[in-house]
């Protein structure tokens, strides 16, 4: 498989797939056997006695670096690296799947099915949503849609085409673990900790290409792209993690509705900061939101592919 294919055709053929396909639900996804692997290394490090924090970070650097030698292994296959690439590009997206699920818990709130839009919702978040009500619930909704519009599409485009389908999967497997591992509470603030550093590393860049890529597609949508121009800096920094705050600031101001505030993580209060003017997320809010993340999502990725198609051409 020469450059060319590996720069241009892989992602272009990956992205068509994604639309179309999503994640079919009767065909086992390879997140889905990382996870059963990590879950074991978290279980076997828990039960062997050793330091919690030097073993996750032997975990995030050791199975990253077994990810890709294997993947390097298949792809080099004559014939048969094509069809691993375009597989493992096609499986690494999930814009697809974003938008079905998304839409599918809108349309349950539009249609007064609260409790089956909480439990969808409840699929798509890590927060708890028990006790939300119909105006929170949508605000959930908006969130997880912005945030993952980068975790889920930019950021795993973004190392497709600078580095591969194995390193696609490197960065996959780093966002899994920070997914599972992650998390600040006293099972895992050790163990979780370099997962989520490693995670944080790796989607800087991506994060801030979604970020003003969505305000790009949001003058085209006519938006309000120049309030969310002079506020995105500013309200990205406000959160916690220093890459989340770029889609869903981007997307607060965009569309005029707030997010962050209270919110409970296993059941333990916290008050996230809050993002964007003042106004709630209403049916047609959380449409637009939808074209806008579709937008943002096809325009970085024909940009990124022909950045780096016309770098390997040049020799840059």
């Not at 020469?2 to 992205?15: G, K």
């Not at 997914?179 to 490693?198: I, L, P, R, V």
């Not at 989607?203 to 120049?226: E, Q, S, V």
Request: proline fraction near 4%; glycine fraction near 10%.
């Amino acid at each position: 498989m020469d450059n060319s294919t590996v720069l241009f055709l892989v992602p272009i053929i990956a992205l068509v797939l994604d639309l179309v396909l999503g994640d079919p639900k009767w065909f086992p996804h390879p997140v889905c056997y990382l996870g059963k692997a990590l879950d074991w290394y978290k279980n076997w490090v828990k039960s062997s006695g050793l330091s919690q924090k030097i073993m996750g970070g032997v975990g995030v650097f050791g199975i990253s670096i077994v990810i890709w030698s294997v993947l390097k292994v298949f792809l080099a296959i004559p014939f048969l690296g094509v069809l691993v690439a375009i597989y493992l590009a096609y499986a690494g997206l999930a814009l697809g799947s974003l938008l079905s699920e998304c839409k599918n818990a809108a349309s349950l709130l539009d249609s007064g099915k609260i409790e089956e839009a909480r439990q969808a919702i409840a699929g798509l978040v890590s927060r708890d949503v028990d006790e939300l009500d119909e105006a929170g619930l949508r605000k959930a909704l908006a969130e997880t849609t912005s945030e993952n519009l980068n975790d889920g599409f930019v950021a795993p485009f973004f190392y497709l085409v600078v580095t591969g389908p194995a390193g696609m999967w490197v960065y996959k497997t780093v966002s899994t673990m920070d997914s599972m591992w992650g998390y600040k509470n006293e099972e895992y603030k050790d163990f979780g900790y370099f997962a989520a550093k490693a995670d944080d590393v790796l989607a800087y860049i991506p994060a801030r290409i979604t970020g003003f890529m969505m305000l790009a597609a949001g003058r085209i949508l006519k938006l309000d792209w120049a309030g969310a121009y002079d506020n995105l800096v500013t309200d990205s920094a406000k959160t916690e993690s220093p890459n989340a705050g770029w889609p869903m600031a981007a997307a607060a101001w965009l569309l005029g509705a707030q997010m962050g505030g209270k919110a409970s993580y296993f059941g333990e209060e916290k008050e996230k900061p809050v993002l964007g003017p003042e106004g709630e997320w209403t049916s047609l809010k959380l449409k637009r939101l939808a074209t806008l993340v579709m937008f943002t999502a096809i325009m970085s990725a024909i940009l990124l592919d022909l950045y780096f198609v016309l770098v390997w051409a040049t020799g840059m």
